[in-house]
């Protein structure tokens, strides 16, 4: 039973230590700290435009009051933090449009660096010259043998004149 746990144990331990993997878990620790970033945007700089604009309004706090418990009021629910306390249910759109908004601002963010990896990506493609043909393979022994040999130098075969050698006028 020892040697099973084992296998298992170095199985994962190769998994775990893949290229892939470690790729992986680097994204989502890097994605995890973009995210804070991207919802302090939200949070801090945008929302509170929004909120300006609709004449001081904070879109976090906004509410629904779904169902009151026994002996509370609905006057004396004031805010989402005071409906918590009470034990209000209430329906939090608010919060619901800050994270539609949050992650809108990621989509648009992760469609603008992709596009730009895919850019750069096009623009070393077009920096690289096609590979230049050297080499060709004998029909006979399969070696690689120079472009322009008309013998195999490995299996001394006399070679068929390829297309490119009759367009030239070459005649074997």
């Known amino acids: ?13 190769k998994f775990a230590l893949r290229g892939n993997v470690i790729d ?4 989502v620790i ?5 995210q804070k970033i991207v919802t302090s945007v939200v949070n801090d700089l945008i929302m509170p435009l929004v909120g300006t604009l609709t004449g001081g309004v904070n879109f976090n706090d906004q509410f629904l009051i779904l169902r009151l418990p026994d ?5 004396t629910v004031t ?11 209430t329906f939090n759109y608010g919060a619901f449009l800050t994270a539609v908004i949050d992650f809108l601002i990621m989509a648009v963010v992760i469609f603008a660096m992709v596009k730009g990896i895919n850019k ?3 623009f070393r493609k077009k920096e690289m010259p096609p590979p230049v043909i050297t080499v060709k393979t004998c029909p006979y022994c399969c070696s690689e043998i120079p472009l322009q040999a008309t013998r195999c130098p490995q299996c001394t075969s006399l070679l068929k004149e390829t297309t490119t050698d009759r367009e030239e006028g070459i005649s074997l």
């Open 24 to 27: 992986l878990a680097v994204g």
């Open 79 to 89: 805010s989402l933090t005071v409906a918590k306390d009470l034990g209000v249910t």
């Open 71 to 75: 002996g509370v009021a609905r006057e």
């Open 120 to 122: 750069l990506v096009d």
């Open 1 to 13: 039973m020892a040697r099973k746990k084992h296998g298992l144990l170095a199985e994962f331990k």
């Open 30 to 34: 890097i994605g995890g700290a973009f």
